[in-house]
């Protein structure tokens, strides 16, 4: 049987098991708008570029996205994956691969390495974890390092492998910051075949010698883009140069500026590059603004809001950790039963918060934009920017949590 040791838990969506995924004739990548394109991240006081630009958050959503048109060339079955890998899948209910795993599974099985362009909501989490199942039960000697921005994504990861390896005696380990490191470390004594962690915790282990990269000829490297915003990179290219050659790399993005171009081409050798970074774009996503009447009374409008039909599963972000935790105040006032996400808190509380978002305990999450990244949850039915996002990347990333897996959703932006 598959187990984790120290595994979190998080709630896992349950997927869009028979949706038909047919490809547009433009290839449908979404281009951001003319004005703000080719500015530079904002890097001052809590301010954003996007002030006064407020036609670009309001957009009638165009139906479901185009990667609705994408033709799957392979099914599961064609595949030659071990039985029971082909029966895990089944179970998840995944009839057919996404446009990520029709592309990727087949290069990644032959061994090829592979940049990957793809956002959380594509099914790109499958795409690797499929393939390195197989080559794991194939050869017990494999090892992989997966390394994640985040600790909800790793934690993410690990809830899928646990799925499709299951039967197959397997393990893993959850190497993230936050959490119990001597638990960490009695894990990694018994020598997992995965290990899925964020890079300073990862650090920490290796420099201590309690994790040793040489064995490990397989490293995905999840969510490059915000590894490098972070300021996690020299990490991640520290911890590839103590694995051995060769081995496969299989390297995601959502987007690829410069530096993290930089990273992908170094270390691969003959990549094979999928790109299905449109899926999750706001095409299928309602947009429009909130205009503040008075701000002594944005609470208020925010509360009405709150109060209106239809508004069920709601993701509300804020630019500050502190704006965060006084919303949350002032709505918990309001009888709201709500949550809140930012680096501040501690990891178990984290957990906990989003367990019980995602299982509809609370109906209502603040976060903050690091916070959030990656998050795989279901039905949020409504974002809403109570503070402008500091980027457009950042705005598409926060609408990105509703409308995913090509159903509908709305975002609402707070303008002054
Ligand atoms: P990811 O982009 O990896 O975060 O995946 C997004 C969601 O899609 C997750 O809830 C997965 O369980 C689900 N998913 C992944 N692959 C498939 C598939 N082939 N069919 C249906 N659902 C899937």
């Known amino acids: 049987m598959h187990r984790s040791r120290n595994s979190a838990s998080f709630g896992r969506a349950s997927g869009f098991g028979g949706r038909k995924f047919k490809r547009n004739g433009n290839g449908g990548s979404y281009s951001y708008p003319k004005s703000i394109s080719n500015q530079s991240r904002y890097s001052g006081g809590p301010k954003s570029e996007l002030e006064g630009n407020t036609s670009i958050f309001i957009k009638k959503a165009v139906g479901n996205s185009s990667?609705?048109?994408?033709?799957?060339?392979?099914?599961?079955?064609?595949?030659?994956?071990?039985?029971?890998?082909?029966?895990?899948?089944?179970?998840?209910?995944?009839?057919?691969?996404?446009?990520?795993?029709?592309?990727?599974?087949?290069?990644?099985?032959?061994?090829?390495?592979?940049?990957?362009?793809?956002?959380?909501?594509?099914?790109?989490?499958a795409a690797f974890l499929v393939p390195l199942v197989d080559k794991i039960a194939r050869d017990r000697g494999q090892r992989a390092l997966i390394v994640t921005p985040t600790r909800e994504l790793a934690g993410q990861i690990n809830e899928e492998l646990h799925i499709l390896a299951e039967g197959l005696g397997i393990y893993s380990s959850l190497v993230i910051g936050g959490a119990n490191i001597h638990r960490q470390i009695a894990d990694l004594s018994r020598r997992p075949s995965v290990v899925i962690g964020t890079p300073g915790r990862l650090?920490?282990?290796?420099?201590?010698?309690?994790?040793?990269?040489?064995?490990?000829?397989?490293?995905?490297?999840?969510?490059?883009?915000?590894?490098?915003?972070?300021?996690?990179?020299?990490?991640?290219?520290?911890?590839?140069?103590?694995?051995?050659?060769?081995?496969?790399?299989?390297f995601f993005s959502a987007t690829i500026p410069p530096k993290v171009r930089e990273v992908l081409t170094a270390f691969v050798t003959n990549p094979v590059t999928v790109s299905v970074?449109?899926?999750?774009?706001?095409?299928?996503?309602?947009?429009?603004?909130?205009?503040?009447?008075?701000?002594?009374k944005k609470?208020?409008?925010?509360?009405?809001?709150?109060?209106?039909?239809?508004?069920?599963?709601?993701?509300?972000?804020?630019?500050?950790k502190h704006g965060i935790d006084k919303l949350d105040s002032q709505l918990t006032m309001r009888g709201f039963r709500v949550g809140s996400?930012?680096?501040?808190?501690?990891?178990?509380?984290?957990?906990?918060?989003?367990?019980?978002?995602?299982?509809?305990?609370?109906?209502?999450?603040?976060a903050t934009d690091v916070a959030?990244?990656?998050?795989?949850?279901?039905?949020?039915?409504?974002?809403?920017n109570y503070d402008l996002p500091e980027t457009y990347d950042d705005y598409v990333h926060r609408i990105g949590r509703t409308g995913r897996l090509n159903k509908r959703g709305t975002a609402l932006t707070f303008v002054e």
């Open 67 to 125: 990667v609705d048109n994408y033709q799957t060339r392979y099914k599961f079955e064609d595949f030659n994956l071990v039985p029971a890998l082909k029966a895990n899948i089944a179970k998840k209910d995944y009839e057919n691969p996404t446009p990520v795993q029709d592309q990727a599974i087949k290069p990644i099985l032959e061994g090829r390495d592979l940049i990957g362009l793809a956002q959380t909501g594509t099914g790109k989490t």
């Open 372 to 384: 959030s990244r990656g998050l795989d949850i279901d039905n949020v039915s409504h974002v809403i």
């Open 277 to 296: 970074k449109k899926q999750n774009t706001p095409e299928n996503i309602e947009q429009d603004v909130i205009k503040v009447v008075d701000r002594s």
């Open 341 to 366: 996400i930012h680096g501040n808190k501690r990891q178990s509380q984290r957990q906990k918060i989003l367990k019980s978002f995602k299982s509809d305990e609370i109906s209502i999450l603040l």
């Open 299 to 320: 609470v208020d409008q925010l509360h009405d809001l709150l109060n209106k039909e239809g508004f069920d599963k709601v993701m509300i972000f804020g630019r500050t």
């Open 203 to 250: 650090k920490d282990l290796v420099d201590h010698k309690h994790l040793y990269l040489g064995d490990f000829r397989t490293i995905v490297l999840d969510e490059v883009d915000l590894m490098v915003d972070i300021g996690f990179i020299n990490d991640v290219k520290y911890f590839i140069s103590l694995l051995p050659r060769p081995r496969q790399s299989l």
